[in-house]
């Protein structure tokens, strides 16, 4: 069966792709942040999986007021990367894996969670930037990847306990496909940032961390963290966090199976443009 190895979780600053795509890695600005991820690049290259399935929230890219999924999950073959407002970024496009998204949703919707089904899409800074972090800048992606878009931008938005208990279901809908495929979970979004009002530029080190603490040791208690905590600990944006409940929610742990989890690597850094950056490294043992 295919199963769910590992899960990992960054944030997704557009900045950061910006940085990547100019060259600026090694600037003084930018090099402390990239120097957080060096462990990972490496953990991917002696990780890697068959496919991502990449938690994200889409930035009115593919999705505008026209139309807003709660849960969206790309079937395609691929995924061309959009055009933001300064040209597409100039990285791979996303080589997407057909049956295994059909079979997730075909699971997850029978077990009571509406997602919509997206046959095409562009795919924004919230899937590439997560995937240059990881891979570095290669001529291709080093496996095929799932999109899963989360809306967290346009009231209402999904609580944290419903991104949870999402993350188990697709956990067993993984493990009911019938081929051996190693698949790893990323959830993706904040940390603590606000873009617009009198508290943009909001950063909160004191409680991202311990948020990652218990996400950690404790995820159950994690999830029930109220909406409106998210709103003001971490700003308006942080409520992106609820993405990485999914990823935790996925982990063997959760479900009570046999085994646990293992912390390989954790980072954080501010500031990124005016967010925090925090990124986690969890293995199924």
């Not at 997850?108 to 891979?135: A, R, Y």
């Not at 899963?148 to 999904?158: E, G, I, L």
């Not at 790893?184 to 311990?210: C, F, K």
Request: include cysteine; hydrophobic fraction near 40%; charged fraction near 20%.
């Amino acid at each position: 069966m295919a199963r769910i190895t590992a899960s990992v979780y960054t944030s997704h600053v557009p900045a950061i792709g910006a940085a990547i795509d100019l060259g600026k890695t090694q600037e003084p600005y930018w090099q402390p942040l990239f120097k957080g991820y060096e462990f990972s690049k490496q953990w991917m290259k002696d990780n890697k999986p068959d496919v991502i399935f990449l938690v994200y929230n889409d930035h009115a890219t593919a999705f505008s007021l026209d139309m807003i999924p709660t849960f969206a999950i790309g079937t395609a073959a691929e995924f061309i990367p959009a055009d933001e407002g300064f040209g597409p970024r100039p990285v791979p496009k996303v080589i997407g894996h057909p049956d295994l998204a059909s079979h997730i949703a075909h699971s997850v919707i029978q077990q009571d969670f509406d997602l919509t089904i997206v046959n095409k899409m562009e795919v924004d800074h919230g899937l590439t930037v997560p995937l240059s972090l990881m891979c570095g800048e290669p001529d291709a992606w080093p496996c095929q990847v799932i999109p899963f878009a989360v809306n967290v931008v346009q009231y209402p938005v999904p609580g944290g306990q419903r991104c949870f208990n999402l993350g188990k279901a697709i956990r067993k809908a993984v493990e009911s496909y019938d081929e051996d495929l190693n698949v790893h979970i990323w959830g993706t979004g904040g940390m603590s940032h606000q873009l617009q009002g009198a508290r943009a530029g909001l950063i909160n080190r004191e409680w991202d961390n311990a948020w990652l603490d218990q996400l950690i040791a404790d995820p159950a208690a994690c999830a029930a963290t109220p909406h409106i905590d998210y709103v003001r600990e971490a700003g308006s944006e942080g409520v992106e966090l609820v993405m990485w409940l999914i990823a935790r929610g996925a982990m063997q742990d959760v479900a009570g199976s046999p085994g646990s989890i293992r912390a390989r690597h954790r980072f954080y850094h501010v500031p990124a443009s005016n967010t925090a950056v925090g990124h986690l490294i969890l293995e199924n043992s």
